[in-house]
C-alpha cells in the first residue's frame, strides 16, 4: 500500500488521532503482534469476525446500488469479490483453531459485531457511497496498517508466532492491494462528492467507525458477546 500523503483518509486519521491510536494499539492487536493474545480470545474474535465478513458483504452490495457510475460499481464488486474468497480462506483457518463449520453456522453476533457492522449499513443506507466507503476505511485499510506494522515491529520473534498466518494474510501484498484501492477510492469519491463543507460530517462518521471497530477488539479480548 503506497504512503497515504493527503488523501482524505490521512486528513481523516489526523482529525481523529486519539481514537485511531486506540484503535491500532488496542491491547488485542499488541498481544497479536508480540504472540501472547489467549487462543481463546482469539478463537472468539475469529467467530465474530465470520459474521462481521457476512455483514460487510452486504455492504459492498450496497455499495454497488449506491454508485452512479460504472467505475464505482466495478470497485464495489471487486470489493464485495474480495471479502467472498477472503471468507472461504477464513472458514479454512477457523477449522483450523478448532472451530467447526457447524458451529460457526450457529453462531449469534456480539453486540459489537452488530453494532458496527450495522452502523456501516445504515450510513449506506442514509447517507451516499462517500458516507458509506469512509465508514468502511477503518476497517478495509486499517487492518492493512496493523498487519504491516506488526510485521515490521515483531519481525524477530514473528516466526515463533501463533497468529503469524493472520499478521500476514493483511501484511501481504495481495490484502495491501485491496487497502490501496481503498486509499484511491475515497479520494475519488471526495472529489465527485464531497467539497470543504463536507468534511466534518464525514470525520464524525469515520470517528464513530474507529470506535465501533475498537470496542470490536475489545469484545475479542474480553470475550464480550
Excluded at 504472540?35 to 452490495?61: C, K, V
Excluded at 495491501?176 to 472529489?191: C, I, K, Y
Aim: negative net charge; proline residues 3%; hydrophobic residues 45%.
Amino acid at each position: 500500500m503506497k504512503a497515504a500523503g493527503q488523501t482524505l483518509f490521512a486528513r481523516l486519521k489526523a482529525a481523529c488521532a486519539s481514537e485511531w491510536d486506540a484503535y491500532v494499539h488496542h491491547p488485542f492487536v499488541r498481544r497479536l503482534g508480540d504472540g501472547s493474545l489467549a487462543q481463546e480470545a482469539f478463537r472468539h474474535y475469529l467467530g465474530q469476525d465470520y459474521l462481521f465478513l457476512i455483514q460487510f458483504t452486504r455492504a459492498y452490495g450496497l455499495a454497488v446500488y449506491k454508485s452512479d457510475t460504472l467505475e464505482d460499481m466495478r470497485q464495489a464488486a471487486a470489493g464485495m469479490a474480495a471479502i467472498l474468497d477472503e471468507m472461504g480462506v477464513h472458514v479454512k483457518y477457523c477449522q483450523e483453531w478448532g472451530i467447526a463449520p457447524t458451529e460457526m453456522a450457529s453462531l449469534a453476533e456480539a453486540r459489537a459485531t452488530t453494532a458496527y457492522t450495522r452502523y456501516v449499513l445504515d450510513r449506506g443506507l442514509a447517507g451516499d457511497l462517500l458516507d458509506l466507503h469512509v465508514a468502511l476505511a477503518p476497517c478495509v485499510i486499517g487492518y492493512a496498517e496493523i498487519a504491516s506494522g506488526l510485521r515490521a515491529e515483531f519481525a524477530e520473534t514473528m516466526d515463533d508466532n501463533p497468529y503469524r498466518s493472520w499478521v500476514d494474510s493483511y501484511a501481504g501484498n495481495q490484502y495491501q492491494d485491496v487497502a490501496g484501492a481503498q486509499l484511491a477510492q475515497l479520494d475519488r469519491l471526495m472529489t465527485s462528492r464531497g467539497g470543504p463543507g463536507r468534511f466534518p460530517a464525514l470525520c464524525e462518521v469515520f470517528r464513530e467507525a474507529v470506535r465501533l471497530e475498537t470496542e470490536f477488539w475489545e469484545m475479542g479480548l474480553t470475550l464480550a458477546r
